[in-house]
């Protein structure tokens, strides 16, 4: 991620006023991390999101029709290897489990991305949340030098594997959600001359959450859309993942052997004239086993202007997004959080067919 995204949080620092705790010495749990609103909406479980296989001759219309109706849905088949999802849960099993001294020699700058930490959202609620994670922008050599200084080298290389990977993958899967749209490769100038998306940015976020003495009222991460094109996860055998459906109330996304998760974000809501949700997801928690995800966070240049793009409006679909480019975007979000789309909005979709999930 280039310093231009970093730069979105230099006027929106988050300070945290407290020590991050050490989970493991934790027997109950203390009343900083209890929530009360935990069952707001109860867990469905009539009504599953959709699983795809990417080798299915109809992935498109399956994606597009995923992407509709639940803004959220897992593939298989994709093409990343069993053992490099392996190596990646591995790396992240092995950072999470230094002592607590080790891993604040990393720590994220209040103004920064990377780095270990608590999520930049903590500071939009009253109570704090069971978990810990650890971001990277660009090159993770600095951190990694701090949290492991004689064999840095090696988990270097796993990310950098990943990452790369990921990004292929999450241009793949652009296309094809863009594609059920009839998108194509010309209509996004950003994209390049024949479409190779060579200049997209892409962070990944892992994300640790440790077994807890009380789980039902405790929150691993709070109820987010992500600022994001769109966001690829990877999560161990250990549920937790739970997406909100419109009418429907919280559902459960469970860890299929192989699987990923992809939802859509933001800024992918913005190009499709609202035509996509941005999905609401959280993390629960659970008593007796601990849980790894890792997110890849893909999105276009930083500097490139993104808006309802041309073929999706018109005198009955009018623009819904005024432009706005993912630097600017990521400013809004640490300062306005979950109502940044509706900071950006500059119309009302004129029927209810044309209606959005609206995420404030």
């Known amino acids: 991620m280039p310093s231009t995204l970093s730069d979105a949080f230099k006027g929106h620092p988050v300070h945290h006023h407290h020590k991050h705790p050490d989970f493991t010495s ?23 999101v959709p699983v795809i296989d990417l080798h299915d001759p109809n992935a498109l219309q399956l994606i597009g ?13 994709h093409g990343i290897s069993t053992s490099l999802l392996e190596k990646i849960e591995s790396t992240s099993r092995s950072l999470f489990s230094l002592p607590i001294q080790q891993k604040l020699k990393a720590s994220r700058p209040p103004d920064g991305v990377s780095g270990y930490g608590l999520a930049r959202i903590s500071s939009f609620f009253s109570k704090l949340m069971w978990s810990e994670g650890f971001t990277i922008a660009g090159s993770p050599l600095d ?4 949290l492991w200084p004689e064999n840095y080298s090696q988990y270097c290389d796993v990310i950098d594997e990943y990452e790369r990977e990921m990004k292929n993958l999450a241009g793949r899967l652009m296309w094809l959600m863009l594609g059920s749209l009839g998108i194509t490769k010309g209509d996004i100038k950003w994209a390049g001359p024949k479409g190779e998306l060579k200049d997209t940015c892409s ?10 003495p009380d789980p039902d009222r405790a929150m ?3 109820a987010h859309t992500d600022s994001t094109l769109l966001t ?34 933001d800024l992918l809501h913005i190009i499709s004239n609202g035509a996509y949700p941005s999905v609401l997801h959280r993390a629960v928690v659970n008593r007796t086993k601990n849980r790894l995800s890792i997110a890849c966070l893909y999105g276009p240049p930083s500097n490139v202007q993104i808006s309802p793009l041309p073929k999706l409006v018109g005198p009955s679909h009018p623009p819904l997004y005024r432009p706005i480019t993912w630097s600017e975007y990521l400013g809004n979000k640490a300062k306005h959080f979950n109502k940044a789309l509706s900071s950006v909005r500059v119309c009302t979709p004129l029927n209810d067919l044309n209606s959005i999930v609206e995420v404030v």
């Open 220 to 222: 691993g991460l709070a």
């Open 26 to 48: 934790l027997q109950e749990l203390p009343d900083s991390y209890a929530w009360t609103q935990l069952d707001e909406n109860s867990t469905a479980v009539c009504e599953g």
């Open 232 to 265: 690829i996860l990877y999560q161990n055998t250990t549920s937790g993942l739970q997406v909100l459906k419109e009418g429907t109330g919280w559902v459960t996304v469970p860890p299929i052997s192989g699987g990923l998760v992809v939802n859509v974000g």
């Open 65 to 77: 029709h995923a992407c509709k109706t639940w803004g959220v849905f897992q593939i298989i088949n």
């Open 143 to 146: 951190h990694f030098c701090q």
């Open 203 to 212: 962070a990944l976020q892992l994300n640790y959450y440790p077994a807890c």
